[in-house]
């Protein structure tokens, strides 16, 4: 008969058996999720002579228990005895890395890798390089799939003739017959190409051995290989040098920019910037401005949306006459283009020029099409150059930016499409900031007040953030003076939305009013609508006194006005309102204001 200790110990191992035989997914996926615990319970020794290979025999099953097993693994060193042992952790994943499901393959890939860097010289010629043979070498693709990812992370870590066997062994998934092997190569290669730079002497390998492979995959009949190999190129270009790139990248590079592919030239266009960088100056100047305006006026709609994208990013890279004579031409092509997804692809980045082109080049070649694009038909045109303006302002300044910008702004503040309008709200406080007080009375502040009234509720709700902003940048005694008094007048207005929105200011602007403009102005028209026959009405101002309360209470003026007469109305709406909601509203706001709950407070709705 075992005794209680021996019990305890194979308790952990028995009911992980139990579980993952369970009809149950859910029970199944738990008891994967604890693995951690369970190999703690059993301890390194026990993890590595049972729960392993236990877990290695576990692949009939669902693939997202599966996913998960291959997750929980690759953070199992500690468990099995940290990086001495690390290694027994291979043969479940190299199991699941050969399995038929992408998402499960993927993630046994990205554990093996994150093991393999634990591993020692040693452990990678005896368990790491067998497991990449079996997978280099496997009948279906899916493992020769998976092999492709592995190589980087290990290769460091091997010695000079295992790192030969792995160059070897990578080479012949580059020429891999199956389309599938050759993508995941071509999307391997680049980390591959930082792990053999980054190993001392390996210079010339890089050249002589990966440069090729590249070029292979480059010209692949595939374009789904030969889109994957942009990245690789800029990998391979960032290791050498500029003499170096220009001997044996440059031609593919060409031929990747003038691809029959519209696909493959998305994705130069896509990474044009990372590209340029890496090249270098000299091969920038000579070969890839040229090349980037072929991409701007690509046939393909996606191409010219990608290449738009990156218009500030290469005009750092060059000086302001080329930016002048090559791109702005091309930028303004693309602000009259055809596809609307070209014009809010440039409307998002063309600001970015401005501080490359300094003010006068910016007030004469950019401010006529940012007008242009202000008065887009496509609502996301306008909404991505609204989002840009403060680095034009940082370049001309706010007068001439309102000079030519505000009859637009004005118009879009109308705009039927609503996030639109909420896009301008959400731009005034900036704009105010920098106009100043006197010319916003003048120009905005009548625009300001007039989306409190809006039909949607989201642009209400923004008008009286908004109020609440502007308040802090001109101070409270302006907010009493100028936007107060109206706020308080639609509090009288037939409509109750008008009355509701009355409140909902009240409640966003109260933190940034004193104590004195609550007591004088804004306290009266919240007592006044306690009496509204709208029981929405009725708990909102339950929620105001509330939140009034809470900036009154810091000051000994504001405690008595708390109990003299916000305390008692809210016990009235208590006592005696018809409204169930308003009843617990209004006894919440009681609890909290005298400090006898302390849960959170509550949100305005």
Not at 36 to 62: C, M, N, V, W, Y
Not at 379 to 402: F, P
Request: proline share 4%; charged share 25%; aromatic share 6%.
């Amino acid at each position: 008969m075992s005794s209680p200790n021996n019990t305890s110990q194979l308790y952990p191992i028995h009911l992980l058996m139990d579980e993952l035989r369970s009809d149950d997914v859910v029970l199944r996926l738990s008891s994967i999720r604890r693995l951690s615990t369970i190999a703690l319970a059993l301890g390194p020794q026990r993890t590595r002579d049972e729960l392993i290979p236990f877990l290695k025999d576990q692949l009939d099953d669902e693939d997202e228990v599966l996913l998960v097993l291959a997750e929980e693994l690759g953070n199992f060193a500690e468990y099995v005895g940290g990086n001495e042992y690390a290694y027994t952790i291979l043969g479940p994943l190299e199991n699941l890395a050969a399995v038929e499901e992408t998402l499960v393959r993927d993630k046994a890939s990205e554990s093996i890798s994150k093991v393999s860097a634990l591993l020692s010289a040693q452990d990678v010629d005896a368990h790491f390089l067998p497991l990449l043979r079996s997978l280099s070498t496997g009948e279906w693709f899916t493992s020769r799939t998976s092999a492709a990812a592995l190589y980087a992370a290990a290769y460091p870590v091997a010695g000079p003739e295992a790192q030969a066997e792995m160059r070897r062994m990578f080479a012949s998934l580059v020429g891999d017959d199956t389309p599938m092997v050759r993508r995941a190569s071509a999307k391997a290669l680049g980390p591959f190409s930082k792990a053999v730079a980054g190993v001392s002497g390996q210079h010339d390998i890089l050249i002589n051995e990966l440069v090729p492979l590249y070029r292979k995959l480059a010209g692949d009949d595939q374009d789904s290989v030969r889109l994957l190999t942009v990245p690789d190129l800029i990998a391979l270009a960032q290791h050498l040098t500029a003499d170096e790139t220009r001997d044996w990248l440059l031609e593919p590079l060409r031929a990747s920019v003038s691809d029959r592919s519209w696909r493959v030239r998305y994705m130069v266009a896509n990474e044009f910037v990372g590209l340029a960088e890496s090249v270098g100056e000299g091969i920038v100047l000579d070969e890839l401005v040229g090349a980037f305006v072929g991409l701007l006026k690509d046939n393909e709609a996606e191409v010219r949306t990608a290449a738009a994208g990156q218009v500030p990013g290469l005009a750092k890279l060059v000086d302001r006459d080329v930016i002048l004579a090559r791109l702005l031409p091309c930028v303004r092509d693309l602000a009259g283009d055809s596809s609307q997804h070209v014009r809010a692809a440039l409307a998002m980045q063309i600001s970015g020029l401005a501080p490359l082109l300094g003010k006068d080049a910016t007030i004469e070649h950019l401010l006529p099409l940012f007008l242009k694009l202000l008065k887009d038909e496509f609502s996301d045109v306008r909404l991505n150059l609204i989002s840009k303006l403060e680095m034009v302002n940082n370049v001309i300044g706010i007068d001439r930016l309102s000079q030519a910008l505000l009859p637009a702004i004005m118009e879009l503040a109308e705009d039927k499409q609503w996030r639109v309008r909420q896009a301008i709200i959400e731009y005034i406080p900036l704009l105010a900031t920098q106009l100043g007080v006197d010319f916003f009375d003048d120009k905005l502040g009548t625009l300001c007040m007039s989306w409190l009234g809006d039909t949607v509720y989201s642009i209400r709700e923004a008008a009286t953030t908004n109020l609440k902003k502007l308040t802090d940048v001109f101070g409270v005694d302006w907010a009493r003076q100028t936007i107060i008094p109206k706020v308080l007048q639609m509090g009288e207005h037939p409509n109750y939305l008008y009355r509701m929105t009355t409140i909902f200011a009240i409640t966003t602007m109260a933190p940034s009013l004193s104590a004195h403009v609550i007591r004088d102005t804004v306290l009266d028209a919240a007592l006044a609508l306690v009496d509204d026959p709208i029981p929405n009405i009725r708990f909102n101002v339950a929620k105001c006194l509330e939140t009034l309360a809470a900036v009154l209470a810091d000051s000994p003026e504001g405690h008595e006005l708390i109990e003299r007469r916000i305390l008692p109305t809210l016990q009235k709406l208590k006592d005696t309102d018809g409204d169930a909601d308003v009843k617990y509203f209004a006894a919440k706001a009681i609890e909290r204001t005298t400090g006898e709950d302390r849960s959170e407070p509550m949100v305005l709705s």
